[in-house]
């Protein structure tokens, strides 16, 4: 007998309620179950696709009409959109069943989850361990079973660390494959949305309903319809895959190291040639990504005025008390910092030393890979130098957390599509099993050849 969606939605609504990670901000039991119903009706009338009936659940960056939508903070604790952001909508189309909102970082800002206001979201591998972020609420419930498919987003690698960090596939994107639109914006120029699921192929499924153009957002690209998930079967023999230097050098854990080189042996045995290739500016990743990204996020949370959105404060004399008590009490300390930093290297006289270089940079990152995909077909390493680390361990240390993202943020930074798949374990420090992920980065537009080279290793 077919699970009906409703069984299947109520399946996981039983497991969320009874789960300890805090992996949601917001479920209505109620308002998952008609969707369920009305997924059944379309079931039964034959109007159904591949996703139809499929739960799934959307980062709390996404906006919706149904459920509330914070991104992690103060500021949008109740706040409710008019419209549903453009991904959800698709997802909706296709049928799929929405089980909640997911916790994240707060605005998209962390590499924890340690960040978002409704509190930390725990590793389901290991109740002391962060789940990653900022997607980690994404991550953690795809690894638990929460949901069967999830929705994150990735400005600097908020997709595939969580998912490595949870031992679960995730996929950024082509930079404006997916819409933008409805996805509370951090950094504009590297925000992508993307799924979080079990396997290559479920995550291609996704990106199938998730891809489109989108005339709402100023930078989504035209691309010819494709089936993400034709190729696959195709072996890959043959195939070069990049090894950069840069990505195993001091800083690399011992023990993440040896879960990566297991994985490009198993690749080896699957015929593909492993190729010594540089990335030289790697390390400066991540200077240029926290100047970038915290200049575009000081002018996109600038909306958050206690006028337009969200929270306002109680008392206040004039409107610039108004504005100074909402933002003070609407933001958390991270957001904070990003606005100050990014108000600060787009001030006068700073822009040219800060801002502008860093764009110079970006663009030879960019370049790199370039040259990189002239002697491989694919890049591959660890996602981050080491396992998820404990929870409080680098709460006080924003510098220790941008550390830990210098093997993501290139990717971002040139635009580049990169996958995170799940190839082991590592000790951490406390001799626990963490997971370790495998990044794989492609050129532009390659997605169904990642997701191809991802599923010959599952
Ligand atoms: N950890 C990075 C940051 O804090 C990336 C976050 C993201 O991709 N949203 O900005």
């Not at 409805?182 to 949305?193: E, V």
């Not at 079967?233 to 895959?241: A, E, F, M, T």
Request: with cysteine; glycine share 10%.
């Amino acid at each position: 007998k077919q699970v009906s969606a409703t069984e299947l939605a109520q399946h996981y609504l039983a497991r969320i309620a009874a789960s300890p990670l805090n992996a949601f901000t917001h479920v209505d039991p109620a308002l998952t179950l008609q969707q369920a119903s009305l997924a059944d009706q379309r079931l039964a009338s034959g109007d159904a696709g591949a996703l139809t009936g499929i739960p799934i659940a959307h980062k709390d960056i996404f906006v919706t009409r149904d459920w509330r939508s914070t991104a992690g903070s103060r500021m949008l604790e109740n706040y409710v959109s008019p419209f549903d952001a453009t991904v959800v909508e698709h997802f909706k189309t296709a049928g799929m069943v929405t089980l909640g909102k997911l916790n994240c970082d707060e605005f998209a800002m962390g590499s924890s989850n340690e960040n978002s206001y409704f509190g930390a979201v725990k590793n389901p591998w290991d109740l002391r361990a962060i789940p990653g972020g900022s997607s980690g609420g994404s991550a953690a419930a795809i690894a638990a079973r929460l949901s069967p498919a999830v929705t994150g987003t990735d400005t600097g690698g908020s997709i595939r660390q969580p998912a490595a960090f949870c031992g679960v596939t995730g996929i950024k994107p082509t930079y404006g494959s997916v819409s933008r639109y409805g996805m509370i914006a951090f950094a504009s120029s590297l925000d992508q949305g993307g799924p979080i699921a079990q396997t290559a192929e479920d995550c291609g499924m996704l990106l199938n309903a998730m891809i489109r153009f989108d005339h709402k957002d100023s930078t989504s690209l035209e691309r010819a319809q494709e089936d993400f998930n034709r190729d696959l079967d195709k072996d890959v023999k043959g195939l070069r895959i990049g090894v950069p230097r840069e990505f195993f050098g001091a800083g690399l854990a011992p023990d993440v190291e040896q879960a990566v080189r297991a994985a490009l042996a198993e690749y080896e045995k699957l015929g593909a040639i492993l190729v010594d290739i540089s990335l030289p500016k790697t390390e400066l990743s991540i200077p240029v990504y926290y100047v970038i990204a915290p200049a575009e996020a000081s002018s996109n949370l600038s909306r958050f005025d206690g006028v337009r959105y969200g929270h306002r404060a109680a008392d206040y004399k004039d409107l610039a008390e108004m504005y100074k008590k909402t933002r003070a009490e609407g933001f958390g300390e991270e957001v904070k910092r990003r606005i100050l930093v990014g108000s600060y290297v787009l001030s006068h006289g700073y822009y040219d030393a800060y801002y502008l270089q860093a764009q110079k940079i970006r663009r030879l990152i960019a370049q790199d890979f370039q040259a990189a995909f002239k002697q491989c077909d694919v890049i591959m390493g660890p996602v981050a130098p080491t396992v998820a680390w404990d929870l409080g361990d680098k709460a006080d240390d924003p510098v220790a957390n941008y550390l830990a993202d210098i093997f993501t943020l290139s990717t971002s930074l040139a635009g580049l599509p990169g996958m995170s798949i799940p190839c082991g374990f590592g000790q951490g420090e406390k001799n626990a099993q963490r997971p370790v992920g495998l990044q794989l980065i492609g050129n532009y537009f390659e997605e169904a050849k990642l997701l191809n080279i991802a599923h010959q290793y599952q």
